[in-house]
């Protein structure tokens, strides 16, 4: 185009057309103004086509978006949201909104923000946020969903499904993936995307995280999404046979974190989870704990029907809203609603959670009363108990709701250690925190009731040490940072 306008103009020198020149830049200036309309009116456009699969377009066509300055995912300090990115603001505005969604994001003020892939340092660890992404999570609206947040390695992943189903919701999940377990993990993440009959809800909720120190560097690490939804899988034997899920088949001492001898850092993952969830409200949990079916949307209702079960006040003490926890003979169907956990219970086949391990790690205040309530009909979720975490409930460990505003986890804590939720409590108990336990929406562990921890544990010669590090160092510390109140313990 641009050597036909110049051969025209060449022409032109001609003297009798000289008063045409004019004319012709004029011409030239609306040629360039149009071509450079359109060029905005495509890059506009381009993200809404590929709206579910917006994540593998941003990192595929890195030479595309380069030019509207998508294409460095870097350049932002972390927790900076990328609320001035031409693409993902508009995309997350025009998502629907139902009026409770949009009521809700009035009412705890918070600000819509579109999942992205980053790399970040998280103390000694290299942290892939965001490597693979939910469909529906990364546009999800701040107030329109609860996000459930939790770790672990390629070895929990036979979880996933069942959380994935159960909750329906984003699920933000932080992966230890030191040296080749990396591989691993990709074969795992590949595995669940794409073989199990509940995939879906995998590929549209769960966003996955990866984390490895930089002590124990992987050989190969995936530069984005794209890396990782190319990573070979195989879901059938060549003989027709379903393959056996990767993550059940490497043996325990073959993997990279057993033969270095490092510890599960799951303080870690538990804060890179929390942090990196784009919804007001979250619920950090463990992910062999399967929610009650509707849970979400029971708890968004609630709110919704009355503002005051939220300690909007800030004079008000601060809240979160637990589960009370059970577990299930192995083989038990894992019950969705009350009244199935109640048949169960009224079996013996469904007690509290580690009810002979540390029976008071998960009593609920008045936890009688709460088995004999009847469930709704309509299973509508309310505030049935409030308690501080002191006196009889001063080593209560429990898995809540909360607005992801309560005291991260201490990241010296490691999961041989134990104790490693206790920390947490202890801060909130200073903070004078205030536990709303819910009816009747609760937890079970996955299947199999646990016995008392064998003598031989490995864990226990890291739990001595542990404890002691806890009481003379974290919790003077702790007493300075969040207020010397008294009845509180670790
Ligand atoms: C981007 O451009 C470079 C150089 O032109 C090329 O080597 C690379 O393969 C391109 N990448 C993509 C994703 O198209
Ligand atoms: C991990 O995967 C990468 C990329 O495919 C490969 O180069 C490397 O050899 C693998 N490592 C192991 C231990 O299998
Ligand atoms: C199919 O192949 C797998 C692995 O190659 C093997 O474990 C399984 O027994 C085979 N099944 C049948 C029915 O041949
Ligand atoms: C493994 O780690 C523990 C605790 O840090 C240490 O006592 C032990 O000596 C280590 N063993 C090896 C083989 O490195
Ligand atoms: C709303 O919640 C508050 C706090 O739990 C409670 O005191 C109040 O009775 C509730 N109101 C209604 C109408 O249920
Ligand atoms: C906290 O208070 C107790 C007594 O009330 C006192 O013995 C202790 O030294 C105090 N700790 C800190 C860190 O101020």
Same mark, same amino acid.
């Given at each position: 185009?641009?050597?036909?306008?110049?051969?025209?103009?060449?022409?032109?020198?001609?003297?009798?057309?000289?008063?045409?020149?004019?004319?012709?830049?004029?011409?030239?200036?609306?040629?360039?103004?149009?071509?450079?309309?359109?060029?905005?009116?495509?890059?506009?456009?381009?993200?809404?086509?590929?709206?579910?699969?917006?994540?593998?377009?941003?990192?595929?066509?890195?030479?595309?978006?380069?030019?509207?300055?998508?294409?460095?995912?870097?350049?932002?300090?972390?927790?900076?949201?990328?609320?001035?990115?031409?693409?993902?603001?508009?995309?997350?505005?025009?998502?629907?909104?139902?009026?409770?969604?949009?009521?809700?994001?009035?009412?705890?003020?918070?600000?819509?923000?579109?999942?992205?892939?980053?790399?970040?340092?998280?103390?000694?660890?290299?942290?892939?946020?965001?490597?693979?992404?939910?469909?529906?999570?990364?546009?999800?609206?701040?107030?329109?969903?609860?996000?459930?947040?939790?770790?672990?390695?390629?070895?929990?992943?036979?979880?996933?499904?069942?959380?994935?189903?159960?909750?329906?919701?984003?699920?933000?999940?932080?992966?230890?993936?030191?040296?080749?377990?990396?591989?691993?993990?990709?074969?795992?993440?590949?595995?669940?995307?794409?073989?199990?009959?509940?995939?879906?809800?995998?590929?549209?909720?769960?966003?996955?995280?990866?984390?490895?120190?930089?002590?124990?560097?992987?050989?190969?690490?995936?530069?984005?999404?794209?890396?990782?939804?190319?990573?070979?899988?195989?879901?059938?034997?060549?003989?027709?046979?379903?393959?056996?899920?990767?993550?059940?088949?490497?043996?325990?001492?073959?993997?990279?974190?057993?033969?270095?001898?490092?510890?599960?850092?799951?303080?870690?993952?538990?804060?890179?989870?929390?942090?990196?969830?784009?919804?007001?409200?979250?619920?950090?949990?463990?992910?062999?704990?399967?929610?009650?079916?509707?849970?979400?949307?029971?708890?968004?209702?609630?709110?919704?029907?009355?503002?005051?079960?939220?300690?909007?006040?800030?004079?008000?003490?601060?809240?979160?809203?637990?589960?009370?926890?059970?577990?299930?003979?192995?083989?038990?169907?894992?019950?969705?609603?009350?009244?199935?956990?109640?048949?169960?219970?009224?079996?013996?086949?469904?007690?509290?959670?580690?009810?002979?391990?540390?029976?008071?790690?998960?009593?609920?205040?008045?936890?009688?009363?709460?088995?004999?309530?009847?469930?709704?009909?309509?299973?509508?979720?309310?505030?049935? @108990?409030?308690?501080?975490? %002191?006196? &009889?409930?001063?080593?209560?460990?429990?898995?809540? !709701?909360?607005?992801?505003? +309560? /005291?991260?986890?201490?990241?010296?804590?490691?999961?041989?250690?134990?104790?490693?939720?206790?920390?947490?409590?202890?801060?909130?108990?200073?903070?004078?925190?205030?536990?709303?336990?819910?009816?009747?929406?609760?937890?079970?562990?996955?299947?199999?009731?646990?016995?008392?921890? @064998?003598?031989?544990?490995? %864990?226990? &010669?890291?739990?001595?040490?542990?404890?002691?590090? !806890?009481?003379?160092?974290? +919790? /003077?510390?702790?007493?300075?940072?969040?207020?010397?109140?008294?009845?509180?313990?670790?």
């Amino acid at each position: 185009m641009i050597f036909k306008v110049f051969k025209t103009m060449v022409s032109l020198g001609n003297k009798r057309y000289t008063r045409l020149w004019p004319l012709v830049v004029l011409l030239t200036l609306v040629v360039i103004l149009i071509w450079r309309n359109l060029q905005q009116a495509r890059t506009l456009t381009l993200p809404r086509i590929s709206r579910k699969n917006f994540g593998k377009f941003l990192f595929l066509n890195d030479n595309e978006t380069s030019s509207s300055g998508l294409s460095s995912t870097e350049d932002y300090p972390r927790d900076q949201l990328p609320e001035e990115l031409p693409f993902l603001q508009p995309l997350i505005e025009t998502r629907e909104r139902s009026p409770r969604t949009l009521e809700l994001q009035k009412l705890v003020n918070c600000r819509n923000r579109p999942l992205r892939f980053q790399r970040l340092q998280h103390g000694e660890y290299w942290l892939l946020q965001n490597l693979v992404i939910g469909s529906e999570s990364q546009f999800m609206g701040c107030a329109e969903s609860i996000t459930y947040t939790t770790n672990g390695d390629y070895t929990f992943f036979d979880n996933l499904e069942m959380v994935a189903e159960r909750w329906q919701a984003p699920i933000s999940f932080a992966i230890h993936a030191p040296g080749y377990d990396l591989n691993s993990t990709l074969d795992a993440i590949q595995y669940v995307k794409n073989c199990l009959p509940g995939s879906h809800y995998i590929n549209d909720y769960v966003t996955f995280h990866v984390y490895f120190s930089n002590l124990h560097m992987p050989v190969y690490v995936p530069l984005n999404e794209a890396d990782v939804l190319n990573w070979p899988y195989k879901c059938m034997e060549e003989n027709g046979t379903l393959a056996t899920p990767p993550y059940t088949q490497v043996p325990r001492e073959a993997m990279y974190k057993v033969k270095a001898n490092l510890t599960y850092p799951i303080n870690v993952g538990r804060n890179i989870a929390r942090q990196a969830s784009n919804t007001h409200f979250i619920f950090a949990c463990d992910i062999e704990l399967y929610p009650s079916v509707g849970f979400v949307e029971q708890f968004l209702d609630m709110v919704a029907r009355n503002n005051s079960v939220l300690a909007l006040d800030p004079k008000q003490p601060r809240r979160v809203y637990p589960l009370p926890v059970f577990e299930i003979e192995a083989g038990q169907h894992v019950p969705e609603n009350k009244a199935e956990l109640l048949d169960l219970y009224r079996n013996g086949l469904a007690q509290l959670f580690h009810a002979k391990v540390c029976p008071t790690c998960h009593k609920v205040p008045q936890q009688q009363l709460w088995m004999n309530r009847a469930p709704s009909v309509r299973d509508e979720l309310k505030l049935f @108990s409030m308690t501080l975490r %002191r006196d &009889k409930f001063r080593s209560w460990e429990p898995f809540y !709701i909360s607005d992801n505003t +309560e /005291p991260l986890f201490d990241e010296r804590v490691t999961w041989e250690g134990q104790s490693n939720k206790r920390i947490q409590n202890f801060a909130m108990c200073l903070l004078g925190f205030e536990y709303h336990v819910l009816h009747p929406a609760f937890l079970v562990h996955s299947p199999g009731i646990k016995k008392q921890p @064998s003598r031989k544990s490995g %864990r226990l &010669k890291y739990a001595k040490a542990m404890t002691k590090f !806890i009481k003379s160092k974290i +919790e /003077p510390e702790y007493r300075i940072l969040y207020g010397n109140t008294t009845g509180c313990t670790t």
